[in-house]
């Protein structure tokens, strides 16, 4: 049973670009949830999302900052007209739809680096 | 809102000594708490967690952690530190169902040092 996996494992973006973050939850799991790890500091929650319905998006930065889940396919975390301060690691978290909710499985995450 | 407290950035023991990192939360009604491991440049593995029952709970790699509700306290330990726990460590809390929400809040993390 394969784990989450993100792609691209590394990605480099200049000021302005945008990037477009992968997620594919383990088999099995509907809910998928997005974190932001800056340099140094812990995982900070972004949104949590279930097949076609974003759940809860506090997280998230009000602007330039999007997410989804479709009905098939990855989630895509997509962050438009990239800065430098976007520069983080970015972890997908899944889990299943059921009492286990809670316990959440991590890929291997995202690092973006903006020039 | 809940909050995780984790003291102490940094801990160094050495190879063989105990392992002691600090957890401490804050919720209105006791969440669900749990440990996770990362290795450099790796994503986050769950370590052990708790949610009901014995306050005690075993975990992978040698560790354990005990809830006590009333020092709003999750620390893990392990009694003798190995060159390959050398990593980071977050505590985690989540709402227990039906409280409301499904966030998970982590600590800001301690680097764990194991000298040889």
């Known amino acids: 049973n394969a784990g989450v996996m993100q792609n691209p494992r590394h990605l480099v973006r200049r000021r302005g670009q945008e990037a477009r973050l992968r997620c594919s939850p383990m088999?099995?799991?509907?809910?998928v949830y997005w974190y932001r790890q800056l340099p140094e500091e812990g995982l900070k929650f972004m949104v949590y999302?279930?097949?076609?319905?974003?759940?809860?998006e506090s997280g998230m930065p009000k602007e330039r900052f999007s997410a989804e889940f479709p009905k098939e396919g990855p989630s895509i975390l997509r962050i438009q007209q990239v800065v430098r301060g976007d520069s983080a690691a970015y972890f997908c978290?899944?889990?299943?739809?059921?009492?286990?909710?809670?316990?959440?499985?991590f890929g291997p995450g995202t690092r973006l680096t903006v020039t | 809102a809940q909050s995780v407290t984790q003291l102490g950035s940094h801990v160094s023991v050495s190879e063989g000594a105990l392992v002691l990192l600090r957890c401490n939360y804050s919720?209105?009604?006791?969440?669900?708490l749990f440990w996770y491991v990362q290795y450099p440049n790796q994503g986050l593995q769950l370590l052990l967690k708790?949610?009901?029952?014995?306050?005690l709970v075993k975990g992978i790699n040698g560790f354990e952690a005990e809830f006590k509700k009333s020092e709003t306290s999750f620390h893990l330990t392990k009694p003798s530190a190995h060159m390959s726990d050398a990593a980071e460590y977050f505590c985690?809390?989540?709402?227990?169902?039906?409280?409301?929400?499904?966030?998970?809040?982590f600590g800001a993390g301690t680097r764990l040092f194991v000298k040889a």
């Open positions: 978290a899944s889990s299943q739809p059921d009492r286990e909710y809670y316990e959440q499985y």
């Open positions: 088999k099995g799991h509907s809910h």
């Open positions: 999302l279930q097949k076609e319905n974003i759940i809860d």
């Open positions: 919720s209105s009604v006791p969440p669900y």
């Open positions: 708790y949610t009901t029952g014995a306050t």
């Open positions: 985690a809390v989540t709402p227990t169902p039906g409280t409301g929400g499904f966030k998970t809040i």
